[in-house]
């Protein structure tokens, strides 16, 4: 049975600087229809009717419990109308969204990934084919600005991850085409204590409907950041606080039509003209998975970091001469049957041997079979590039893939040039590199499709020598010594940034 948490993902929104704020946005006026497409504890309408106790309002929520509690605090003001219902499947407000919306002012603090069954969620991904259906506040988002009237105005809180993330542009697509952002400020999950969202950021998204898209476009919005405590949203003008102005159209031009937010306006620019990147120049996948780890995975040490729950691998059962193998695919005969692979982990240039797994060809026959197992993109098993760890710390970090197996927390970057490999190596350990990751995606994951959109400038032939020499040196260094001179990486950084520009 699932957690009634987990299948609501109701976090109420207790602070009142938020609260304030977000009322303050709707621009109320008396005649307004109001509507609470998940009306929680209520807070929302409690401050609206503060404010003006005649408010003409309606309320959605589909937690029974919460229904008891907002007929238990609105059940006696008859302009307040309250239904147990689910706002994205309710028929009534699917004949409202389809004749062009009913409401002057929406706000809310909607589910974030919230639990659907498959049932529920082969209707979500019909109704809204276009959005990514997993995801419960996009839905609602997308629901919502098709139930405002023209020029309604809606405030949502949402996680940041609708801003950059591949899996929502057809919902930043229908804000930047179907709405005028009024403002959108970025702030810490933390503003909400004791409540753990998964979410490490969320914004509030400010945003009227207009169904003229030459007006979208030309519509100049801020974006606010910087904020050090939730009590600054009660009065932005007295801090200073990083401001970002966008037009529409500037952020619908950019791939994807992601936000890109930086510091560096410069940054967002080459991206948007590169002429060629990363995407063009290299093959970018993602790499093996066992489907069971714990049995077909072993170390070679005892110590090795995340390595003490696994079995150690006997080294007369390391294959050492696979490179060579014809039909490595398939898995090899007899005991030497354990190959070494390739992990995550924030390590530059070159990672050490540790991990080795199970290439017996019943091993294999299996990985290929199994449900769980990932045999994808097998013609990059074993081939010579560079492995970039998809979830990061503070900066992106890549290193060889020497002919090896590599596991599915490594994105495999495999240049068509080989003769680019060492200078690609260079790039994705250097400062530059990551401020671009990190203008196209601010967390800390780099899945394939966002190292693809990286920008990409050929070094001439005498910055190429020069790198690939560097780069040679601290190879050898790091398997001889186990470590390198930072100054050949600080060399190495500074002519990836003339390169670059930044």
Not at 298 to 319: A, E, F, R, T
Not at 404 to 415: A, E, R, T, Y
Request: aromatic share 12%; with cysteine.
């Amino acid at each position: 049975m699932i957690n009634e948490a987990r299948k609501y993902q109701a976090f109420y929104t207790k602070s009142t600087p938020i609260v304030d704020y977000m009322v303050d946005k709707l621009l109320l006026n008396p005649t307004d229809k109001i509507f609470e497409p998940c009306g929680g504890d209520g807070v929302f309408v409690k401050a609206i009717l503060d404010l003006n106790e005649f408010a003409n309002i309606d309320i959605c929520e589909l937690n029974p419990a919460s229904i008891e509690v907002l007929q238990s605090k609105f059940s006696t003001f008859q302009n307040v109308n309250i239904r147990e219902c689910d706002t994205l499947l309710d028929n009534e407000l699917s004949f409202n969204s389809n004749f062009g919306g009913i409401y002057d002012k929406i706000i809310a603090n909607p589910p974030y990934g919230a639990w659907q069954n498959l049932a529920k969620r082969a209707i979500l991904k019909k109704m809204y084919s276009a959005l990514y259906a997993k995801e419960s506040y996009a839905l609602f988002l997308f629901r919502c600005i098709e139930l405002l009237k023209e020029e309604g105005i809606l405030s949502f809180i949402i996680p940041d991850t609708f801003l950059n993330l591949h899996m929502h542009k057809a919902i930043r697509k229908h804000i930047l085409t179907k709405t005028k952002i009024i403002e959108l400020a970025l702030f810490p999950s933390s503003f909400f204590p004791g409540v753990n969202f998964g979410y490490a950021n969320l914004s509030i998204i400010t945003l009227q409907k207009k169904s003229n898209q030459t007006e979208c476009f030309s519509n100049s919005f801020n974006v606010l950041t910087n904020f050090s405590s939730v009590e600054q949203l009660a009065s932005i003008k007295e801090y200073e606080l990083k401001v970002y102005s966008f037009l529409q159209q500037e952020i619908f031009s950019n791939p994807d039509h992601a936000f890109l937010i930086s510091d560096n306006s410069s940054i967002a620019k080459a991206i948007n003209n590169a002429a060629l990147k990363i995407g063009d120049i290299a093959d970018c996948v993602t790499g093996f998975y066992s489907g069971d780890d714990k049995t077909f995975l072993q170390v070679n040490s005892p110590d090795l970091k995340n390595g003490k729950n696994y079995d150690l691998v006997d080294p007369n059962k390391i294959n050492r001469e696979y490179k060579n193998a014809i039909n490595i695919l398939d898995g090899f005969e007899g005991e030497k049957h354990f190959l070494p692979i390739v992990k995550g982990g924030n390590t530059k240039y070159l990672k050490p041997e540790g991990w080795f797994m199970n290439w017996s060809k019943e091993a294999v026959s299996h990985y290929k079979k199994d449900k769980k197992a990932r045999f994808q993109n097998p013609q990059y098993y074993f081939r010579f590039g560079i492995g970039v760890p998809m979830i990061s710390s503070s900066s992106i970090t890549a290193s060889l893939i020497e002919n090896k197996l590599f596991d599915q927390s490594i994105v495999g970057i495999f240049p068509k040039d080989e003769s680019l490999t060492f200078y690609l190596l260079a790039f994705f350990n250097s400062p530059t590199c990551n401020k671009f990751i990190r203008t196209i995606n601010p967390s800390a994951n780099n899945p394939a499709n966002y190292i693809k959109k990286i920008p990409f400038i050929s070094p001439n032939e005498e910055q190429k020598e020069i790198i690939d020499s560097t780069v040679r040196s601290i190879l050898e260094s790091i398997a001889t010594q186990g470590h390198y001179n930072e100054q050949d990486e600080n060399s190495l950084n500074k002519l990836i940034e003339k390169i670059f520009g930044f």
